[in-house]
C-alpha cells in the first residue's frame, strides 16, 4: 500500500493500484445505475489503512453501492442488484441502496442526488465514493470534502444533527481503537461548505 494519500489524485492513484477494488468498481460500473458508485465504509476504512500502514485491509461489514433512481424506488430492485454483485463476487456483502428513496426511510425531505444524500451521512470522512467514469478512470464523489478523510478527523456532519447517533457509531464501531491515529473532532463550525466531486 501506498504511504499516505494527499489529496484526490493520490486516492484515485492508491485505487487504482489496488487489483481487486479496481474490479470491484467495474462490477458497479457494468450494472450501468445512474450516479452509481461504492462508497462509505469501503473507501473510508480503506484510507484509514493506507495511512495506519496496514498491510492488509480491515475486513468490511458491507460494500455500500448507492446509486440514484426516482423512476424505480421498489426496494426489490435494490436486492436485485445485491445478488448480481454477489454472484460475481461473493467475497463482499454487498449493499446497493437508492438514495432517491432514502429520504423515506430517514424522514427527510427527497434528496437530489447521490451527493445530495451522502452530504446528510453522520461523518464527513463517511460521505465519500468512488466510480468509474465513461472512460473507465477513477472518479471520487466527495460532497463534503476529503480534508478530513486524509487527515484522520472524524467530525460530524454539517448536516447530520442527531448528535447521539454520531456518539454511538464511533464508539460502536471501534473507530479510535481500530485506527489509534484518528481524532474525534468535537465540531463547533457546521458551516463547511460544499465541494463537487472531485477526480
Avoid at 18 to 44: F, H, K, N, S, W
Wanted: with cysteine; aromatic share 8%; net charge negative.
Amino acid at each position: 500500500m501506498l504511504p499516505g494519500i494527499a489529496d484526490a489524485e493520490g486516492l484515485c492513484e492508491a485505487i487504482r493500484q489496488q487489483t481487486e477494488m479496481m474490479a470491484d468498481l467495474r462490477l458497479v460500473a457494468e450494472l450501468g445505475l445512474p450516479q452509481g458508485c461504492i462508497a462509505a465504509g469501503y473507501i473510508r476504512n480503506f484510507v484509514w489503512d493506507v495511512l495506519h500502514g496496514y498491510t492488509v485491509r480491515t475486513p468490511l461489514q458491507d460494500a455500500d453501492v448507492l446509486y440514484f433512481d426516482p423512476l424505480c424506488l421498489d426496494e426489490e430492485a435494490e436486492k436485485a442488484y445485491d445478488a448480481k454483485l454477489r454472484e460475481r463476487n461473493p467475497r463482499l456483502n454487498w449493499s446497493a441502496k437508492n438514495q432517491a428513496r432514502m429520504h423515506l426511510r430517514n424522514g427527510a425531505a427527497p434528496y437530489l442526488s447521490v451527493e445530495d444524500a451522502m452530504k446528510r451521512w453522520p461523518e464527513t470522512a463517511t460521505a465519500v465514493g468512488a466510480r468509474l467514469d465513461a472512460e473507465g478512470e477513477v472518479e471520487i464523489i466527495a460532497p463534503l470534502g476529503l480534508a478530513d478523510l486524509l487527515s484522520l478527523q472524524v467530525r460530524q456532519g454539517p448536516y447530520f444533527h442527531d448528535d447521539a447517533v454520531f456518539r454511538q457509531r464511533v464508539n460502536g464501531k471501534a473507530w479510535l481503537s481500530r485506527w489509534p491515529r484518528l481524532v474525534l473532532v468535537e465540531e463547533e463550525d457546521r458551516g463547511r461548505g460544499d465541494t463537487s466531486q472531485m477526480r
